[in-house]
């Protein structure tokens, strides 16, 4: 078990120059991952400055010098590629704060990583898409992320976790999870097993084209929910891509399919009654207009026929993780009640099934755009 972060609070602080006097530090956001902190500073000429301090999960991360290798890469990229569009750099990407002998993270005296962001002030960071016009917000931000970074060589950035969206490899986990039933679980979800089964070959569309050179491999987020855009206060709009620690190469459709699987329904992700999980078309096209707006001509036509996919595969995908945990015994997501991880796999599973029996009007709706 970690020590808490706030043992070694004291001595991160001091790895870095706030410039100004540290008024205090407090616990900030709702990220289950990371241990982050909010350090308010009062500067020389008497105002107020924030920045994030962020402890790194070891658990989650074994190598905080490749993953701070990704973020700085990247993030040093954006800022030359927002200040030659004549933007705002400090605003539109995240900065590395660098500590006082000019490294990029901090190591305390039991090995704990740490880092820190300037905040970006006049934003906000949401849960939950209250209106569909912020669903397209996110979906403009995560499309130009595609756009900024479509000439940053991919293959020069670590895979900070292995094989995160093989859904190959994640079918392959599942099956043997069914085979070990180390549970005795597999008796009890015979149809959620054959409804992974009946798809295998699905598992392999996205891959296989990537394997024979018909989609390209890019920077991907790997994360792409609402609450990892920050919305400017002022003006609704999408400002800035934040949370860049799965940020490695993979492929543009998963990164958009991932937006539809966790915003293009109005059901919470644990819903036991199924008839309240559906797939909103409405919002699927809501996205898909904003995401291709914000990429702006960066994918190739053959990846924009693959956007479907990418929707249909990061559900199924995500339905194959919590369905492996449940049978392997819930060790990975946390549960708060008893078929938690169950529940969570069936709401994934109805998405594909709505997914399926709207196919046509996914791919109508892509070729408009």
Partial sequence: M??????????ALAAWNFGGQIVGAVRYGK?????????YVQTEDGGCARYILQRMSAAAFKHPDQLMANIVGVTDYLRSEIAAAGGDAARETMTVLRTR????????????????????????????????????????????????????PAHTLYETIEKFHDTENRYANLMKAVQADVMGRAKGVEAEIAFAQTRQADCSVC??????????????????????????KATGEGLCVIDLDTVMPGL?????????????????????????????????EVYTKGFLEGAAGTLTREEKAYLPWGAKLMTLECGMRFLTDYLE?????????DGQNLDRCRTQFKLVSDMEAQWDAMQAIVEKY
């Fill in 207 to 232: 891959l296989q084209a990537l394997r024979e050179g018909r989609i390209p491999l890019r920077v991907t987020h790997n994360d792409t929910k609402l609450n990892n855009v920050l919305i400017d």
């Fill in 2 to 11: 970690a020590e808490p972060a706030e043992n070694r609070l004291n001595e």
């Fill in 252 to 284: 543009a459709c998963n990164d958009f399919g991932d937006s539809i699987r966790f915003g293009a329904n109005h059901s919470a992700e644990d819903e036991r009654d199924l008839a309240k999980v559906n797939f909103d078309i409405g919002l699927f």
């Fill in 329 to 337: 015994g819930d060790h990975y997501f946390a549960v708060h009640r």
């Fill in 31 to 39: 990220g289950h991952i990371n241990d982050t902190f909010c350090v």
């Fill in 101 to 152: 002998t000019g490294a990029t993270w901090f190591t305390d005296s039991q090995q704990g990583a740490w880092r820190v962001y300037p905040f970006i002030e006049g934003t906000v960071c949401l849960q939950a898409a209250e209106t569909p016009a912020l669903f397209a917000a996110s979906a403009k931000a995560f499309g130009k992320f595609q756009r900024m970074l479509k000439d940053y």
